[in-house]
């Protein structure tokens, strides 16, 4: 059982930067790979960024050169940097772990708007 908690979300203008945290309940030293997802209004659940145990990065193409995903081992989180934010990132942000199966957090919402 694992538990991810987000937090960081809010609203920022366009060209701003936003860092959302996601804590995990247990070692992420035994998760494969934990992830970013996010989902807008209307619109289906996407990957923004995952990151696997060993380090290797994804990103999709439309967040790929402004976010960056980092984890820190010892404080057990996953971080997404953004930066050069768009309105169309505006969504609920889900954090995502890999353990046996998938685990979701509650998700944190993102706006960008002036």
């Known amino acids: 059982q694992v538990q991810l908690v987000e937090s960081g979300g809010g609203l920022v203008q366009p060209g701003g930067s936003l860092t959302l945290s996601c804590a995990a309940s247990?070692?992420?030293?035994?998760?494969?790979?934990m992830g970013w997802y996010r989902q807008a209004p209307g619109k289906e659940r996407e990957l923004a960024a995952s990151?696997?145990?060993?380090?290797?990065?994804n990103y999709s193409d439309s967040v790929k050169g402004r976010f960056t995903i980092s984890r820190n081992n010892v404080k057990n989180t996953v971080y997404l940097q953004m930066n050069s934010l768009k309105p169309e990132d505006t969504a609920v942000y889900y954090c995502?772990?890999?353990?046996?199966?998938?685990?979701w957090g509650q998700g944190t919402q993102v706006t960008v708007s002036s």
């Open positions: 995502n772990a890999m353990f046996g199966r998938p685990y």
């Open positions: 247990i070692s992420i030293f035994s998760i494969d790979a």
């Open positions: 990151i696997t145990l060993g380090g290797r990065r």
